[in-house]
C-alpha cells in the first residue's frame, strides 16, 4: 500500500525548533519531488517548500524563508522539513506530498500522493 506518513507535531513554544519527517511506505520516493503544505484553521493550504527528485535542489515559499528547511535521505525513504523560529502564525496541520512527474524543487497541490497530515501548534 502506498503510504506517506508524517511524524507526530506537536505544540511548540514561539522561537522553538521542530523537524518533521515524512516516510514513505509502498514506494521509493528517490525520483519523487516532494513538497510539504500546510494548512491553517480558516485559511487555504499553502506551500511551504519542495525539494526536487534529480539534484535534492529545494524551493522555500516566502512565508517560512530563512526559517524553515527541507532535506531528504533517500537511503531512509525519508525527507524531513526543520523549522526554526517558528512563530504562531505557523500553527497548522502540516502535509507532505509527492510526485515523480514533477522536474525541478516545484510542487502543489495536484501532486499524486498526500500524507494525512499533522498538526503543529506554536503558543506559549
Known amino acids: 500500500q502506498v503510504q506517506l506518513v508524517e511524524s507526530r507535531g506537536g505544540l511548540v513554544q514561539p522561537g522553538g525548533s521542530l523537524r518533521l519527517s515524512c516516510a514513505a511506505s509502498?514506494?521509493?520516493?528517490?525520483?519523487?519531488?516532494v513538497g510539504w503544505f500546510r494548512q491553517a484553521p480558516g485559511k487555504e493550504r499553502e506551500g511551504v517548500s519542495c525539494?526536487?527528485?534529480?539534484?535534492?535542489?529545494?524551493y522555500v515559499f516566502d512565508s517560512v524563508k530563512g526559517r524553515f528547511t527541507i532535506a531528504r535521505d533517500n537511503a531512509k525513504n525519508t525527507v524531513y522539513l526543520q523549522m526554526n523560529s517558528l512563530k504562531p502564525e505557523d500553527t497548522a496541520v502540516y502535509y507532505c506530498?509527492?510526485?515523480?512527474?514533477?522536474?525541478?524543487?516545484?510542487?502543489?497541490?495536484?501532486?499524486?500522493?498526500w500524507g494525512k497530515g499533522t498538526p503543529v501548534t506554536v503558543s506559549s
Open positions: 506530498a509527492a510526485d515523480r512527474r514533477y522536474n525541478g524543487p516545484y510542487c502543489d497541490y495536484g501532486m499524486m500522493y
Open positions: 509502498g514506494f521509493t520516493l528517490d525520483g519523487y519531488t
Open positions: 525539494i526536487s527528485s534529480s539534484d535534492s535542489s529545494t
